[in-house]
């Protein structure tokens, strides 16, 4: 660090980088009034550094031994640093530690000792309209993340210090109400999900990107555990830990009674297995894709729902105007729904690899629901080939129409064609074939044409 004198009135002299200068501008009386001492900083802006970079020492040291390089990086980085100080908008990058991530927790004396110093907040005080809320539940939509559901005369929300982003909705609001299972888990367990109205409606795809979209479903995990007083707050607590020995019926109590109090009485829709029993187990549920996404088709007595994959649809009986089963293979099939949409026009929606174990379950239900069939529509059916020409009259008599879905040769030939099997790349060259030029489909048709031919070989 090196002081300059300069005589008030003479210019500074040209030479002298604009940016390396004037870290501090100090007037002193030295006895001589028209003294000013210009104090030039041609390091680091230690202050700066630490307070743009707090808690990231790595960063701190770097930034220095790059500056140690030469004065134009030391110039550069403190630039930088002002910058992100002057970014600083938000209070909580210049507050201590202590007062940023306002949805965490104040951590307690009981907290540190016990460990639990990055849970969710249940020592927050519920608000005062809130009825009834419930610590430690773990959510799937809108995000992922255990939260405290709160429940009021005209409201559902869930929160940890602050009321979450999405999960605020009003109960005459909703549209529909699930108790669902969650698939693949190695003890039952069930999730219940809101859908807001409008939630399950499908926009067409000329809809404008202005419009305002449609509130998200909110879905969460009901506890297996029973209910217990330290998890329970609000002015019905006491009440609600009598509805009920499990978390499952004290919510679906609970959430009915907020429902038909505000006027909106709505059934608990459930899967039924005497009206549809997909699996061994007798769940609902059918695993499916749609595009790339895999989640799973849940057949319920009020319609069916695309479930836990976004964005979550439910297409109600009444919505749908056809069913169609395409793509049948010898161990997969495609489910596709006609539905209407938001402006009254319709739409397909496809679900894809469906295992054909679920196949007669799908179609019983399609039939007992009354819902059409459009397998069959003329938009499906084959096209009849071209009739032949006088060049054609020696060439073979193409069939007229193509055999039935359930045809094993019809599998077997679409299974070579469009069911892919990752594990098969490496036995392929890679080029197209026509149909006639088609290799045998498995291994033991190869074998009975080597047998073949090792019986008429004259050799």
């Keep these: 660090m090196t002081k300059d004198k300069y005589l008030g009135g003479l210019p500074e002299p040209e030479n002298i980088p604009p940016y390396s200068r004037c870290a501090r501008l100090q ?11 210009l104090e030039m ?6 202050k700066s550094l630490q307070l743009a970079y707090r808690n990231r020492e790595d960063l701190q040291n770097a930034i220095r031994n790059a500056a140690a390089v030469g004065p134009h990086y030391i110039e550069l980085f403190n630039h930088i640093t002002a910058h992100i100080l002057s970014l600083a908008s938000e209070p909580s990058i210049l507050e201590p530690e202590s007062k940023k991530r306002k949805l965490d927790c104040p951590q307690t004396l009981a907290s540190v000792a016990s460990g639990n ?17 419930v610590s430690d539940i773990s959510f799937i939509m809108p ?15 869930a929160r940890l210090q602050e009321v979450v982003a999405g999960t605020r909705v009003a109960w005459s609001e909703i549209e529909h109400v699930f108790l669902l299972p969650i698939p693949e888990k190695s003890r039952p367990q069930q999730a219940m999900l809101l859908m807001p109205r409008q939630a399950c409606r499908l926009v067409p795809k000329g809809a404008s990107a202005r419009a305002v979209p449609p509130p998200e479903p909110i879905a969460f995990t ?18 609600a830990l009598e509805l009920s020995d499990d ?3 004290l919510f679906s109590a609970v959430v009915r009674e907020r429902l038909a109090a505000s006027g909106n009485p709505l059934p608990l829709i459930e899967p039924d297995a005497k009206l549809f029993a997909g699996a061994a187990d007798g769940s609902g549920w059918v695993p499916a894709f749609r595009g790339s996404k895999e989640g799973y088709l849940f057949f319920l007595p009020r319609g069916i729902l695309w479930a836990f994959k976004k964005p979550i649809l439910f297409f109600d009986h009444a919505d749908i105007i056809a069913v169609a089963i395409t793509g049948v293979l010898s161990r997969t099939f495609n489910l596709s729904l006609e539905v209407r949409t938001t402006d009254g026009t319709s739409c397909e929606v496809e679900f ?14 399609v039939a007992r629901h009354g819902l059409l069939d459009g397998s069959l529509n003329e938009a499906r059916r084959a096209k009849l080939l071209p009739t032949k020409t006088a060049s054609d009259e020696h060439s073979p008599a193409p069939s007229p129409t193509l055999p039935a879905a359930g045809d094993a040769n019809y599998d077997d030939e679409d299974e070579d064609e469009e069911d892919y099997d990752p594990g098969s790349a490496g036995e392929s060259d890679g080029s197209g074939t026509s149909s006639d030029e088609e290799e045998p489909a498995d291994g033991a048709d190869q074998d009975d044409q080597d047998d073949h031919d090792n019986t008429h070989d004259p050799l």
Excluded: M, S
């Excluded at 110093?117 to 809320?133: Q, R, V």
């Excluded at 894809?352 to 239900?365: G, P």
């Design 352 to 365: 894809c690899l469906l295992n054909q174990d679920y196949y007669e379950h799908i179609t019983r239900y």
């Design 117 to 133: 110093t990055y849970g969710p907040c249940h020592d927050a005080a519920p608000p005062k309209e809130a009825l009834l809320e």
């Design 27 to 37: 007037v002193t009386d030295l006895q001589t009034p028209h003294l000013i001492i």
């Design 41 to 46: 900083t041609n390091g680091l802006d230690e």
């Design 222 to 239: 009901i506890p297996l555990q029973t209910p217990q007083a330290n998890l329970l707050a609000g002015r019905d607590a006491a009440a």
């Design 143 to 157: 995000q992922r993340k255990k939260f405290t559901v709160g429940l009021t005369q005209t409201h559902f929300y």
């Design 247 to 249: 978390f499952c019926g």
